[in-house]
């Protein structure tokens, strides 16, 4: 053997001894670390426990034990890991336990996973016997979890809002209290800087750790910064700590008193007040008729101060909680005797965390009984003053409730938010402080624009939204864009939206918009939109058409308009019309898209007995879509009631230059690209260039027609007279404004603009 060979021998030898002196080593200090934490864990001391099963498990990955035992502990600080741990530890050693399909059950529960849950529960309740008690436990899971499905399967639209870092801790925070300014926000914590019993932060010498393992509740203040951000928090524990735990209640007497919970004789409601210079005075304990040997865990006092509604066990054979009410006539005198607020409130299981809106009319609650979706979960019941009872209860849905505990619901000041303590997935570790919000819509408004050059706007285009309730129930919301292109709708807040966009009853695209949360009245989002679209109708070929309110008659001065159409159609055979129909807004859209259509047909119906083909003409309504001017005046409606005629272009297509009319006509015809200029509500047509100076024709039919243009070709003037009446029209700067009485002394306005 060469000196290489025995080398590498030796070296072998020596690791395979060294292993051989580790591993018993190792595998003692496994079996020591999983020995500590099975004590802790069986005191339900779960957060001590967890160390030493990770130690465990960084050596030995596969410690069935220490992964089913540190999986159910994690169930209140980290549900996902909890459910993997357990997961890896059935499939490791399927009788990793004998509860482990129960405890499969629990974590799928708390992970949403409920036909999963049910599954695993059914398999549980297969191995206990007919007698068991757990039988009753093992069927209220599956209720749950079927509970929870339903309500999972239709939420509502909720916003839930953590209150962030500053506020919620790795520890349990709960039991939010709000001054009536909405400014300060006392709460429990059971983080690190309590001080429990001693009056000195926490640690395991001084002995503020209770007996699972966790710091002792303390009453924490905090001061807003903002909507979104609070001041560090300061301890109340000077005052209102007593030697174990001390919970916020309420506030209330102008934030000069504070209900408050203290373990004292296993727990009782106390009330402290604050003194002038600002600090609380030591709480004192409610009478006789409140506290009890038993547990009395939350309460609520009415604003005069003279109704408690409270939690018990006094009453309950088996020391569940209950809630119960108590009067006083005066504020300095004792509460009375305690009422049960009844079986629509009260169940076998624990009900508790009472709270009552200012008006008294609803009354908010947790509960482990009635349709939970597993724990404590929030409902309401609504007071029948006729009967003098309770109504009964209402979960408050997802996701306001989860599968685990939901407690603690206090509404804010001016009740249109709340507040709630709750263990739930996405938490900084065991039970938050939430705020609750119902989302709110949002305006969006904007135009919309023809992307060929991002500037021209479109009229006449129907935007509708498309989304979805939180329940999957379709929402749609319309609107269609007036002549400046703009549009505006009031949609939900807090959801993607498909909106599809078209002009004419065709589909020009479909964009997909997505709306952020509001939870105020007051938002609004400006959203323009670019769309592949170029309008082939030509705009003001001839003169509109104006109609009286709710009519779709042709006036006199309409025929006359309609007369000129028909001559300039039959001298330009190759050009093609479309007879569009308008309304104000004095009825609904459903009835002015059938009046548009209706005037529409009334002059389509005439130049068609005038000799023109139905195939060169089309109709269409916009009822009140596309009004040419705001409805807010008697004469803006008049020039919404209209129809307009425009010559249909192919795409690409210019004006052409039309034919002059070969027939006497009631106007004076059409000549080039002046054709169809407006002169008002049935004016004639200038058939020349319109050159500076002043002219006076008389027609065929005796109307004599005034003309003055000014020296720059920016202002006309026109002056007709017939036997049908008389027209005043003033052009300028692109404005229109006419004047016109017909023979029977009727008189119309007229004020727009004119391309």
Not at 192 to 209: F, H, L, W, Y
Request: charged share 25%; with cysteine; glycine share 8%.
């Amino acid at each position: 053997m060469d000196n290489l060979s025995r080398r590498l021998l030796q070296a072998s030898c020596a690791v395979a001894l060294t292993a051989a002196i580790a591993t018993p080593a190792q595998a003692q200090s496994t079996r020591k670390d999983l020995k500590t934490g099975n004590k802790f864990f069986e005191q339900e001391n779960y957060r001590a426990a967890l160390p030493y099963y990770e130690k465990v498990l960084a050596k030995d990955p596969n410690n069935a034990k220490a992964l089913f035992n540190a999986g159910i502990s994690y169930m209140s600080f980290d549900k996902e890991k909890a459910s993997d741990y357990i997961y890896k530890a059935q499939k490791l050693k399927p009788k990793v336990s004998k509860d482990v399909e129960y405890w499969l059950g629990r974590v799928d529960h708390l992970n949403y996973n409920f036909d999963e849950a049910v599954a695993h529960f059914q398999a549980y309740n297969a191995t206990l016997k007919k007698n068991d008690q757990r039988k009753e436990e093992i069927a209220q899971l599956m209720q749950h979890s079927k509970n929870a499905k339903v309500q999972f399967n239709s939420p509502k639209d909720i916003f839930v809002k953590n209150l962030g870092p500053t506020i919620n801790t790795q520890f349990s925070e709960h039991s939010p209290v709000i001054s009536s300014d909405d400014k300060t926000l006392i709460f429990t914590s059971r983080g690190e800087k309590v001080t429990g019993a001693t009056g000195q932060p926490s640690d395991k010498k001084n002995k503020s750790i209770a007996a699972d393992g966790e710091y002792y509740e303390d009453i924490f203040e905090a001061k807003r910064v903002d909507d979104e951000n609070w001041e560090q928090p300061r301890s109340l524990s000077a005052s209102l700590n007593g030697r174990g735990h001390d919970a916020s209640t309420q506030l209330f007497d102008n934030d000069t008193k504070l209900l408050m919970y203290r373990n004292d004789n296993n727990g009782d409601i106390f009330v402290a007040e604050r003194g002038p210079n600002g600090d609380w005075t030591a709480p004192k304990p409610l009478g006789s008729n409140i506290n009890s040997k038993s547990y009395e865990g939350d309460a609520h006092i009415t604003q005069d101060g003279l109704t408690l509604y409270f939690s018990t066990g006094r009453y309950s054979e088996d020391g569940t909680l209950d809630l119960y009410v108590s009067t006083r006539p005066s504020i300095t005198a004792e509460f009375g005797p305690a009422k049960s607020l009844g079986g629509a409130i009260n169940t076998r299981y624990d009900d508790d965390s009472p709270y009552l809106s200012q008006d008294g009319k609803t009354l908010y609650f947790s509960s482990r009984g009635h349709n939970t979706m597993g724990g404590y979960d929030i409902f309401k019941s609504e007071y029948n003053a006729e009967t003098r009872r309770w109504g009964q209860a209402e979960n408050l849905g997802y996701p306001v409730n989860t599968p685990d505990d939901d407690s603690y619901y206090r509404l804010s000041p001016d009740g249109s938010y709340a507040y709630l303590s709750s263990y739930r997935i996405g938490g900084y570790g065991e039970k938050d402080i939430y705020t609750i919000n119902y989302i709110k819509n949002a305006i969006i408004k904007g135009k919309v624009f023809s992307s060929r050059d991002s500037t021209s706007v479109i009229p006449g285009v129907e935007l509708v939204f498309s989304g979805a309730q939180a329940d999957k129930t379709a929402l749609s919301f319309r609107d269609v864009t007036k002549f400046d292109g703009g549009y505006q709708v009031a949609v939900l807040s807090g959801r993607t939206y498909q909106v599809a966009v078209s002009k004419d009853g065709q589909n020009i695209e479909t964009q997909e918009f997505a709306v952020p949360v509001s939870t105020n009245d007051s938002t609004t989002i400006t959203k323009n939109f670019y769309v592949n679209y170029i309008d082939t109708t030509a705009r003001n070929a001839f003169a509109n058409i104006y109609f009286d309110t709710d009519k779709y008659r042709l006036r006199p001065e309409s025929i006359k308009e309609l007369n000129n159409i028909s001559n300039v159609l039959k001298a330009n055979p190759g050009i093609n019309m479309s007879i569009e129909g308008h309304c104000d807004s004095r009825n609904t859209d459903e009835y002015n898209m059938v009046l548009g259509q209706n005037r529409a047909e009334a002059a389509y119906n005439y130049l068609k007995k005038q000799g023109i083909a139905e195939t060169r003409m089309t109709t269409v309504s916009y009822g009140e879509r596309r009004p040419a001017a705001p409805n807010d005046s008697p004469e803006n409606m008049q020039l919404n009631r209209r129809d307009e005629f425009r010559i249909v272009l192919k795409e690409g297509e210019t004006m052409p230059t039309l034919n002059p009319t070969t027939t006497g006509a009631t106007g004076t015809g059409a000549t080039g690209t002046d054709a169809g200029t407006l002169s008002g509500a049935g004016a004639s047509r200038t058939a020349a260039p319109l050159t500076p100076g002043k002219s006076k024709v008389k027609l065929a039919d005796g109307t004599k027609v005034k003309t003055k243009v000014d020296e720059d070709s920016d202002k006309v003037k026109v002056k007709t007279k017939s036997p049908e009446g008389d027209t005043k029209t003033k052009t300028k700067d692109g404005e229109l404004d006419g004047k016109a009485k017909d023979a029977d002394g009727n008189k119309t306005k007229i004020k727009t603009k004119v391309d």
